[in-house]
Nanobody
Framework: QVQLVESGGGLVQPGGSLRLSCAAS????????MGWYRQAPGKQRELVAA???????NYADSVKGRFTISRVNAKNTVYLQMNSLKPEDTAVYYC????????????WGQGTQVTVSS
């Protein structure tokens, strides 16, 4: 059984910073891609950032230059450093991983709330 456990969400003022963490556990053989998605009320879930095992990254245009994704492969952990936060970044942030256990598949965390407000 694979679990993705997120931490680090909360309330922050505009212009502030937060760091999200996500640790994958279970009988994992390899993790190909780890990423962060977000879903704001009334909107579809969207990709925020993703990173491959080799370190290649991809970002949504709306967060480029403000957010940084990183991972520690040995710990099956991915991070999202969020700087210069804006009210429009308010959403539930979900960790995502495409990995292999006995089969290959996609897994999701339970989500963590990020609220940017004064």
């Amino acid at each position: 059984q694979v679990q993705l456990v997120e931490s680090g969400g909360g309330l922050v003022q505009p212009g502030g910073s937060l760091r999200l963490s996500c640790a994958a556990s279970g009988s994992i053989l390899s993790i190909y891609v780890m990423g962060w998605y977000r879903q704001a009320p009334g909107k579809q879930r969207e990709l925020v950032a993703a990173i491959t095992a080799g370190g290649s990254t991809n970002y949504a245009d709306s967060v480029k230059g403000r957010f940084t994704i990183s991972r520690v492969n040995a710990k099956n952990t991915v991070y999202l450093q969020m700087n210069s936060l804006k009210p429009e970044d308010t959403a539930v942030y979900y960790c995502n991983a495409y990995l292999t256990t006995t089969t290959r598949g996609e897994y999701w965390g339970q989500g963590t709330q990020v609220t940017v407000s004064s």
